[in-house]
């Protein structure tokens, strides 16, 4: 059977944009598990759709897969709409099939709700024998014994490989769906197959796609960091983290032991400098007691860092987006700051769903867009929409980018240095593009309504 496993484009519309600057790891991993489950048995194709232009009239596949995330819906539908019309099967999976079953069922053959662990070669089987149900539900699975990635498919360069070490997330965060997709109990691989994994990777660079890369159990990240610089050498990664962690007894022990193993960057859940917001969005108890601190820490032991932070709430000012750059010059670290989005499948979406803003497709739930009405009248959608532009171009000035690149801590010389340049520089410019494309459709916009 051929198999074409697709990682739809994030953009308006459906416009390519250029995607991370890793490969789709869910693609990778569930070509590593068709051949783990049946081997020899299938010829799979991936396709990262924000790399190339995917012709659906030259698709030439018994079976396409599409893992979906919430902003990609709308082209994932409609590019599965017209390979079912030319008799082509899809099956729909991923987070945002998990948050709406009954809407993505309708433009599938059949949809993957959960994990595919346990249920991936009964959803082969029955695609090769033309028998798919309308639907597989995949429970949570024991992380021992699982495939490694298949790296070799896909015909572009990444700067980064990626890999995994824990499913869950302990925390309960408004805004965040990792805990009802993936569990409140954190489930954890094998050290020494995390390992194996990494070392045998041909990739130099790593993105660690764990929620929490350090924050699932203290002691067992100490002992998994101890393996990777016992027996991985010229290996980099950076990942996500909390900042309660750092607040642990070990926590120097640990960041020490992170370094060592290769971790270059940290970008931490700072979530907002408004404690209103980060009340709203439950996420105080990530946050610890004094996370300032927290972050000096990681820059100590010479590891990079960057914020994760949301703009524009419900409880947020204008003031609030210009205390992120305040907070980022006081500290020499950039942020990643994306608006406020209440992605279906959360809380945060049920909890804003009277003010969500009637009529958007949900390519615009992409960190970019005001999705909701806030009741401040200077907090309008293309207020927030501006502002969010402008502190963007700020944080990523060249000058900014240097000066923190300078202040990153010796001990993670040249690699943490290197690596800062390679996240920061690539997302300024990415941002600065988003935001030239962003006003060319405002003008186009403009000249409409004029012409009308």
């Not at 709700?113 to 249920?119: D, K, L, M, P």
């Not at 992380?143 to 302990?170: I, V």
Request: glycine letters at 8%; one cysteine or more; aromatic letters at 10%.
């Amino acid at each position: 059977m051929k198999i074409t496993l697709i990682s739809p484009p994030f953009g308006e519309g459906g416009q390519r944009s250029k995607g991370l600057p890793i490969a789709p790891p869910v693609l990778e991993y569930l070509a590593g598990l068709t051949e783990q489950v049946r081997p020899g048995e299938h010829e799979v194709t991936l396709v990262d759709a924000n790399k190339r232009e995917f012709d659906i009239n030259r698709c030439d596949a018994d079976l396409v897969g599409m893992t979906v995330l919430t902003p990609q819906a709308p082209w994932a539908y409609r590019t599965a709409d017209a390979l079912r019309k030319r008799g082509i099967r899809v099956l729909l999976g991923g987070i945002h099939v998990h948050a709406l079953p009954h809407e993505a069922e309708i433009h599938a053959d059949s949809i993957l709700v959960g994990e595919a662990e346990t249920v991936w070669g009964d959803i082969l089987d029955d695609a090769a024998a033309r028998r798919l149900k309308p639907r597989y539900d995949g429970p949570f699975a024991p992380l021992e014994g699982l495939p490694h990635p298949r790296t070799d498919l896909l015909p572009d360069f990444y700067a980064f490989g990626s890999f995994f070490t824990s499913r869950g997330c302990p925390h309960s965060c408004a805004f965040c769906s990792v805990h009802e997709n993936f569990g409140h109990v954190v489930r954890m691989r094998p050290i020494d197959e995390v390992v194996s994994e990494v070392a045998a990777s041909k990739q130099h660079m790593f993105w660690n796609i764990d929620d929490n890369v350090w924050g699932v159990n203290v002691n067992r990240s100490i002992e998994l960091y101890n393996e990777m610089a016992r027996n991985v050498s010229g290996k980099w990664w950076f990942g996500s983290g909390d900042l309660v962690t750092l607040q642990h007894p070990r926590a120097d022990e640990l960041l020490d032991a992170a370094r060592r193993a290769g971790m270059t960057a940290a970008m931490v859940g700072f979530e907002s400098p408004n404690p209103a917001v980060l009340e709203e969005l439950k996420a105080t108890r990530k946050q610890g007691k004094d996370r300032f601190d927290a972050i000096r820490r990681i820059r100590a032991a010479g590891i990079e860092v960057m914020l994760f932070t949301m703009v524009g709430s419900r409880a947020d000012s204008l003031e609030d987006f210009w205390r992120i750059l305040e907070l980022c010059d006081e500290l020499d670290i950039s942020a990643h700051p994306v608006m406020t989005t209440p992605f279906p499948g959360t809380q945060l979406y049920e909890e804003y769903r009277p003010y969500l803003i009637p009529g958007m497709d949900w390519d615009l739930y992409d960190g970019n867009h005001a999705t909701f009405y806030h009741d401040d009248p200077a907090m309008t959608p293309a207020a927030r929409e501006d502002a969010v532009l402008r502190l963007r171009a700020e944080l990523f000035t060249l000058s900014r980018i240097l000066r923190r690149i300078a202040r990153v801590g010796a001990k993670g010389f040249p690699m943490s240095h290197i690596t800062s340049w390679m996240v920061q520089y690539p997302q300024g410019r990415a941002f600065r593009e988003f935001a030239r494309e962003h006003e060319r459709r405002i003008a186009g916009e403009s000249t409409s309504e004029a012409v009308i």
